[in-house]
């Protein structure tokens, strides 16, 4: 398994016509900045800064299943193992 955040989004049918792959993209931003907000002793801001990509990602998750159905973005899961 990669290390890519939601690497599940690449399984989805057709997920290069939407802007599925481009909000996955934005949240691994989210999450590299928190690390290095960590990394640079600051704390709350990196908190901040991860709490917006899980929120991100939840909503994101969520977008998918109205998009797609549960049993597809369930089955991407599985096929790229997550």
Request: glycine fraction near 4%.
């Amino acid at each position: 398994m990669s290390n890519k955040i939601m690497p599940w989004i690449d399984a989805l049918p057709n997920v290069q016509a939407t802007d599925f792959q481009a909000r996955r993209d934005e949240v691994a931003a989210n999450v590299r900045e928190g690390a290095e907000l960590l990394e640079q002793g600051k704390p709350k801001e990196s908190e901040a800064a991860r709490a917006k990509a899980y929120f991100a990602s939840c909503k994101l998750e969520g977008d998918a299943k109205a998009h797609w159905s549960i049993q597809e973005v369930e089955q991407a899961k599985a096929r790229v193992g997550w």
